[in-house]
């Protein structure tokens, strides 16, 4: 079998059937699709039963609750495929995002990931398409800062040979897992690729982990960020400097949110540059002057009003 679906099952009534539509009618057959009921307490694990019954292909595991890494981990205990690849339960796929991903990595088996195009917060007014062109990495670290993964650490639009996740699960942290196992599955990693085929339906939901976010994960995210840094502690690619602006914005809305200030100084005094926006220049002109603290309270400030 070439492909596992794993697909993560938590009060979705609403938008469990269309997640599971968009994956049986892709144009592609050889592939299992592992339903993962998480103690589901509302009439998923029924539609989940249902399902696993119109099409041979679904399997179902029952559990109790453990969260989004918990579910993904037991459904790669009992994946058979070759690839691996998520898709959260009130998301979808547009056609043939399956068909044509796994032909690249039938074209170019030398891959360990293809990544592809993603619509972030879909059906609401914050979305936006990250849509990259075909390009293939070697050099993880280019990956990194050329293709900026630092920016789309998300596991639901990549597609993983198992052989990654070998000796590794997704970690059970208050939120946003995905930007704390990238790095550590790109260490095992050969060859990437990006493509423009295919589309992620990352849908916003209100109730959903982002929206909700409280300070303990927006601090995870930020943790994230914290192990990522020294990986480029002996470069001085000014890409690098854009890694730390990130982490710079998700301290600010951490501290916001009541969390500590954790972000460690930039390791040279960052630059004003004509690529970053009006705004970053001044983030980083109060940062250099007035340093993070009062950086974080004036933004904190600026957001009650």
Request: hydrophobic content about 35%; proline content about 5%; glycine content about 4%.
């Amino acid at each position: 079998m070439k492909l596992s679906v794993i697909i993560p099952v938590y009060c979705v009534e609403d938008t469990l059937d269309r997640c599971v539509e968009s994956v049986i009618s892709q144009n592609y057959s050889d592939m299992e699709i592992i339903l993962v009921d998480d103690g589901s307490p509302d009439g998923c694990p029924q539609k989940c039963d249902d399902w696993s019954k119109r099409d041979q292909r679904i399997k179902v595991i029952h559990k109790v609750n453990g969260g989004l890494s918990d579910a993904r981990n037991a459904g790669i205990e009992i994946a058979q495929g070759q690839y691996l690849t998520f898709i959260d339960s009130d998301d979808y796929l547009s056609n043939d995002t399956l068909p044509y991903n796994m032909d690249i990595l039938e074209k170019h088996p030398e891959l360990d990931i293809v990544e592809y195009p993603i619509l972030i917060h879909a059906g609401s007014k914050k979305e936006f398409l990250f849509q990259p062109q075909f390009q293939v990495y070697t050099n993880m670290d280019q990956y990194w800062l050329t293709g900026e993964a630092f920016r789309h650490t998300y596991a639901c639009n990549k597609i993983f040979r198992r052989e990654v996740f070998s000796t590794l699960r997704f970690p059970i942290v208050p939120a946003f897992e995905d930007a704390h196992i990238l790095p550590k599955l790109l260490d095992k990693c050969s060859a990437i690729a990006t493509t423009d085929k295919g589309l992620y339906y990352y849908t916003w939901n209100e109730n959903g982990i982002t929206s909700t976010a409280d300070g303990s994960k927006i601090q995870s995210l930020l943790d994230a960020y914290i192990a990522l840094l020294p990986r480029f502690n002996d470069t001085d690619r000014p890409e690098v400097q854009d890694i730390y602006l990130q982490a710079l914005n998700i301290q600010m809305e951490a501290a916001a949110k009541g969390m500590p200030i954790t972000l460690p100084p930039f390791k040279r005094r960052l630059a004003t540059s004509k690529r970053h926006s009006t705004k970053t220049n001044i983030k980083i002109l109060i940062l250099n002057t007035l340093g993070i603290g009062a950086l974080c309270r004036i933004y904190s400030l600026m957001s009650r009003i």
